[in-house]
């Protein structure tokens, strides 16, 4: 079935380092892919999204690479703050009108200072 | 400008009581409205979503159900809770036309004793 995971499950870098999230995804048919972070007991914060027809789009600190050969997606975050300490959720969807998301099990990502 | 509300915060509910979580959208119309779950230390499993008011889809078979009595207005609802209902449950929308990220409310955490 479909499915989205990621590679890892806690990610510690230190302030100011860059840092790597990785995302695998299955299910060929998604076309909208969507990177969140979590803090604790809140609601999820989008981060940055990319469709299909790209294979890197750039935000501020942030970007994010598809690869739909392998259907892996990643995030990178440039010189890593304190405050980027959350879970980071990457998402898959089909822009079917009811953008219905899949979403992976999630990093924790630890800025150590 | 957009925004959700979800309520309330936190709940603690005996087993066999019912349940009633609330979530409205302002500043759109039209949304496609969700209901997510989150287990400790997991990722979002999707558990409804509407496409219009009285239009609910549901992804798992469980002890919940879902209402949209008005355009902006979503709710999760249970005659009996189980202890296995526990969890931090998402509200979130989405445009229907153009655009697809998804925007979270704050979470509801509920625990069932």
């Known amino acids: 079935g479909e499915n989205v995971g990621l590679h890892l499950p806690t990610l510690s870098v230190q302030e100011g380092d860059n840092s790597i999230i990785n995302c695998a995804y299955s299910?060929?048919?998604?076309?909208?892919f969507i990177w969140y972070k979590q803090e604790s007991g809140k609601g999820p914060q989008f981060i940055i999204d990319?469709?299909?027809?790209?294979d890197k789009r750039q935000g501020q600190r942030v970007t994010v690479l598809l690869n739909k050969t392998v259907k892996h997606l990643s995030l990178q975050i440039a010189a890593t703050q304190p405050g980027d300490s959350a879970v980071h959720f990457c998402?898959?969807?089909?822009?079917?009108?009811?953008?219905?998301?899949?979403f992976g099990t999630g990093t924790r990502l630890k800025v150590l200072a | 400008s957009q925004t959700i509300h979800q309520w309330p915060a936190t709940l603690v509910q005996p087993v066999g009581s019912p349940l009633s979580l609330e979530c409205t959208v302002e500043g759109t119309s039209n949304p496609n409205l969700y209901w997510y779950r989150q287990a400790a230390g997991r990722g979002l499993q999707l558990l409804f979503y509407s496409i219009g008011i009285d239009q609910i889809s549901s992804e798992v078979p469980q002890n919940l159900s879902a209402s949209r009595p008005q355009d902006r207005q979503f709710i999760l609802s249970s005659k009996k809770l189980l202890l296995s209902d526990s969890g931090f449950y998402l509200c979130?929308?989405?445009?229907?036309?153009?655009?697809?990220?998804?925007?979270f409310g704050q979470g509801t955490r509920l625990t069932v004793v």
């Open positions: 990319i469709r299909s027809n790209m």
């Open positions: 998402a898959e969807s089909q822009a079917s009108g009811t953008y219905k998301y899949i």
């Open positions: 299910n060929s048919a998604s076309d909208y």
């Open positions: 979130a929308w989405t445009k229907i036309q153009g655009g697809a990220e998804a925007f």
